[in-house]
Structure formats: structure tokens, C-alpha cells
């Protein structure tokens, strides 16, 4: 439950920063507003709202980064066990049964395949000396 809400919590802190980012306003449109561009008469002051807006800007990624991490730890320990001293020793795996019936006696054993074992490998043929042109 407490993943979900975490999870919740990134998206909104995702979409805040996005909307965040989108209404400041870019470096240069502090030139435009040396000619008059009225901004002592804002919400925020005579500053404007770039200090207000960067500010939570910077919040909201820090919490959005601390989110990141507390998805990423807790997602690395879904569906694992976390005491090693209640695991179980594994079970002792069974031979696997053959479907080939086995011999029961020497006599059930097929004989070797003859040729193969007495089979001799044939020598390599004799290089020959090419003769070499006397040299002139």
C-alpha cells in the first residue's frame, strides 16, 4: 500500500515540475523588462516570480528525487525474503529416471561396435622434394 502511494505522490511531483518549468519564463526575457516591462506591480514583487518559481522548482526535484530512490530500494526488495536464517535448506533433487529400460545383466549389455575400436588411422603420404632451379 505504502508503494502506491509513493508511486502517486512521483507522478503528481512529476507533473508539478512540468508545470513548473513551463510557466517560468526563459533568461531572456529579463532584458525586455528593463524598457518597462512593469514588473514591480506583480504578485510576487518587485524581484518577480523567477526566485518563487526556481525555488519550488528546486523542492519539488528534490522530493522528486527522493521519491525516485525510495521506488527504486523498494522495488528491489518485492518478492525477495529478507531473513535468511527462516529460509529452508533445498530439497535434495531425486536422479532423474530414464524412459530407456536399463541392462540387468552382462548378457542384456550389446556388444561393442566392431571396426571401431581395432580401426587404425591411415598414415599421412610422403612429401616429396620438389627440386629446386640451380641458380644461374
Do not use: C, N, W
Request: glycine letters at 12%.
Amino acid at each position: 500500500m505504502l508503494y502506491q502511494i509513493i508511486i502517486i505522490i512521483h507522478i503528481f511531483l512529476g507533473i508539478g515540475i512540468v508545470g513548473l518549468v513551463l510557466m517560468q519564463q526563459g533568461k531572456g526575457a529579463d532584458a525586455g523588462a528593463t524598457f518597462g516591462g512593469g514588473a514591480s506591480g506583480s504578485v510576487f514583487g518587485a524581484q518577480g516570480s523567477a526566485s518563487f518559481l526556481s525555488r519550488t522548482t528546486a523542492i519539488f526535484a528534490t522530493l522528486f528525487f527522493i521519491t525516485s530512490l525510495g521506488l527504486a530500494v523498494m522495488g528491489g526488495y518485492q518478492g525477495k525474503k529478507t531473513d535468511i536464517v527462516l529460509e529452508s535448506a533445498p530439497a535434495a533433487a531425486e536422479p532423474a529416471k530414464s524412459e530407456l529400460p536399463l541392462p540387468q545383466s552382462a548378457a542384456e549389455v550389446p556388444a561393442a561396435v566392431p571396426g571401431v575400436v581395432d580401426a587404425k588411422i591411415p598414415e599421412a603420404p610422403a612429401i616429396k622434394e620438389v627440386e629446386k632451379p640451380a641458380a644461374q
